[in-house]
């Protein structure tokens, strides 16, 4: 169960989780739920240091590598995700093709549904 958690938490970047919070307009309400997020995430990644004392990479070698090879594409990827999220929320027309397929890429890209 706890395996499972960290492969959850090492997939998630808070620079990232800025970037989409980046389309959220209203500072307030933007700050206060990304601070919680931001809280929680650092929490639990205390509290798995405590379950694992030693690194993933020592304990998951192949997975750590896996992390590793795809973590510069995913960033891509979810960066021009948020670009076509904002340019959605402009037109507010029709949910654009480009960005169904870069939810079905990331989600490749995890190895997730999405």
Known sequence: VFTGVETNLLSAHPELMRAYASLVE????????????????????????ELFPRPNAERRPRYARTLELRERPLERLHLQQVELLREWRRSGGELPQELVFSISAIASGLRTTG
């Open 26 to 49: 209203d500072a307030s309400i933007r700050d206060t739920f990304l601070d919680r997020i931001l809280g929680e995430y650092e929490l639990a990644r205390a509290r798995l240091a």
